[in-house]
């Protein structure tokens, strides 16, 4: 049973995906699509190949500018200009049937690849990711990612530390 990532399209089921979180359900049933078509982010589901239209998890990639860097951690904003090109990691879930499996990691290291293969390309200095709460949080740290001093729920992961591990 092979399990990939793919671009979210149309013959994905996104109106049977339960996360357990409604937001999260309904951003994928009504707005990654209109996103997409927009060029305002760009989202990515895992699926199996034995059901290739049935989504596991999905995440969403977008274009970040931090302004001002003093919201960064002092170690990371004395490197850089005022504006910081990044990414961010905007949403991130698992359908409830395929929780505690680790397809939430796996999930978060592709994005984090792809992140960086684009930072590669054309630029950018961090992955940014915006956590919907503490847990979700301490899941990112885990892999990394640093709180802000003033938001501890969003975190950074500077592209260099990306490209080393």
């Known amino acids: 049973m092979g399990r990939y990532v793919a671009p979210l399209d149309q013959t994905h089921d996104v109106k049977n995906f339960d996360c357990g979180t409604d937001k999260l359900n309904r951003w994928l049933q009504t707005i990654a699509s209109q996103h997409q078509a927009k060029g305002l982010s760009k989202t990515f589901v895992l699926v199996d190949d ?3 239209t049935v ?3 999905f995440y969403a990639l ?3 500018r ?3 860097r003093e919201t960064l951690p002092a170690e990371l904003a004395r490197k850089f200009p005022s504006d910081i090109p990044g990414y961010t990691l905007a949403r991130l879930a698992i359908a409830n ?3 505690g499996k680790g397809f939430g990691a796996d999930l978060l290291v592709d994005a984090m690849y792809r992140a960086k293969q684009v930072s590669d390309q054309v630029g950018g200095a961090f992955l940014f990711v915006d956590a919907k709460d503490q847990t979700a949080a301490n899941f990112y740290s885990h892999f990394g990612f640093i709180p802000l001093p003033d ?3 969003t975190l950074v992961m500077p ?3 990306i490209r080393d591990g």
């Open 66 to 68: 931090m302004t001002p």
């Open 159 to 161: 592209m260099s530390t």
């Open 151 to 153: 938001d501890p729920l």
């Open 50 to 52: 034995n059901a290739p």
């Open 55 to 57: 989504i596991i998890g």
């Open 62 to 64: 977008a274009i970040r």
């Open 97 to 99: 049937r395929s929780t």
